[in-house]
C-alpha cells in the first residue's frame, strides 16, 4: 500500500524556520514526482512547491519562493521542505503528494486530486 507520512509541524514563531518531511513508504519516490501543497484555514487548497523524481524540475510557488525550499533524497525515500523566514500566512495543514506525471506539467496543475497518493497533513502554525 502506498503511503505518504508527513511529520515536522507545529507552532512556531515568526520569522523562524522550520523543515516538514515526507516519508513514503510502500513504494519507491525514485520514479516520482512529489509536491507539496497546503490549505489554510478557510481557504482552498494550493502548490507550494515539487520536485520531479531526478530533480531536474523544481517549482515553488511566487508568495513562498524566497524563503522555502524543497529537496529530495531517493536511499531514504523523503521529501524535505525548508521553510525560512516564516510568517502568518503561512499557517495551514501541508501536505505532501506523489505522482508519475511531470512536476508542473499539464497533469500535475490540474489534476492534483487525482494524484496517487496523498499524505494526511501536518500542522505548521506561525504566531507570536
Known amino acids: 500500500q502506498m503511503q505518504l507520512v508527513e511529520s515536522g509541524g507545529g507552532l512556531v514563531q515568526p520569522g523562524s524556520t522550520r523543515r516538514l518531511s515526507c516519508v513514503a513508504s510502500g513504494f519507491n519516490i525514485d520514479k516520482y514526482s512529489v509536491g507539496w501543497f497546503r490549505q489554510a484555514p478557510g481557504k482552498e487548497r494550493e502548490e507550494v512547491s515539487c520536485?520531479?523524481?531526478?530533480?531536474?524540475?523544481?517549482t515553488i510557488a511566487p508568495p513562498v519562493q524566497e524563503r522555502f525550499s524543497i529537496s529530495r533524497d531517493n536511499a531514504k525515500n523523503t521529501v524535505y521542505l525548508q521553510m525560512n523566514k516564516l510568517k502568518p500566512e503561512d499557517t495551514a495543514v501541508y501536505f505532501c503528494?506523489?505522482?508519475?506525471?511531470?512536476?508542473?506539467?499539464?497533469?500535475?496543475?490540474?489534476?492534483?486530486?487525482?494524484?496517487?497518493?496523498w499524505g494526511q497533513g501536518t500542522l505548521v502554525t506561525v504566531s507570536s
Open positions: 520536485i520531479s523524481f531526478n530533480e531536474a524540475k523544481i
Open positions: 503528494t506523489a505522482d508519475i506525471s511531470t512536476c508542473g506539467g499539464y497533469y500535475w496543475k490540474t489534476r492534483p486530486s487525482d494524484f496517487e497518493v
